[in-house]
């Protein structure tokens, strides 16, 4: 549920400005799209000379909740289900990048950006089947 009261538009557009930065940084200096799955598999099968800017990205993003923290308070996170589900739900994922071509960070973030029609199609079907399952869940799941 989104506090109403708590939202604030305006560090949701800096969020969005800082990713659209990095996203176009990283294409720019490196020539690299920014989509984590294919980041982080690209790990699996390396080539030469990309170990670094990955690792790098990485670490960058596994980091960036501990230095938020010396800046101000983390959000409070609640989950509400079992830790057998959240992994389920992360094979579905990772399943789902691969047959996908992509995550939404590589198609939603940068295929849009770049006018990509296979990325306007993941992205619709990423959310399309994200509102399904959530409303088979809430609705029809006890």
């Known amino acids: 549920m989104i506090d109403w009261q708590a939202f604030t538009p305006i ?8 990713i659209g930065l990095a996203v176009t940084l990283l294409l720019l200096v490196a020539g690299r799209i920014a989509g984590i799955s ?13 170990l670094a800017w990955r690792v790098a990205f990485i670490t960058g993003l596994l980091l960036a909740p501990w230095l938020w923290r010396w800046l101000g308070e ?10 057998a589900v959240l992994v389920l ?12 071509s992509g995550c ?3 198609h939603g973030v940068c295929g849009l950006s770049r006018l990509s029609p296979r990325s306007l199609v993941a992205t ?19």
Do not use: C, Q
């Open 124 to 142: 619709i079907l990423f959310m399309a089947m994200g509102m399904s399952v959530v409303y088979l869940i809430r609705h029809n799941i006890d």
């Open 74 to 83: 983390l959000p409070p996170v609640h989950v509400e289900t079992s830790d």
């Open 89 to 100: 739900a992360g094979l579905a994922v990772g399943i789902g990048t691969r047959y996908g």
């Open 104 to 106: 939404t960070s590589g």
């Open 38 to 50: 294919g980041i982080v598999g690209g790990l699996i099968e390396l080539r030469k000379g990309d």
């Open 11 to 18: 560090s949701a557009f800096t969020g969005g400005m800082i």
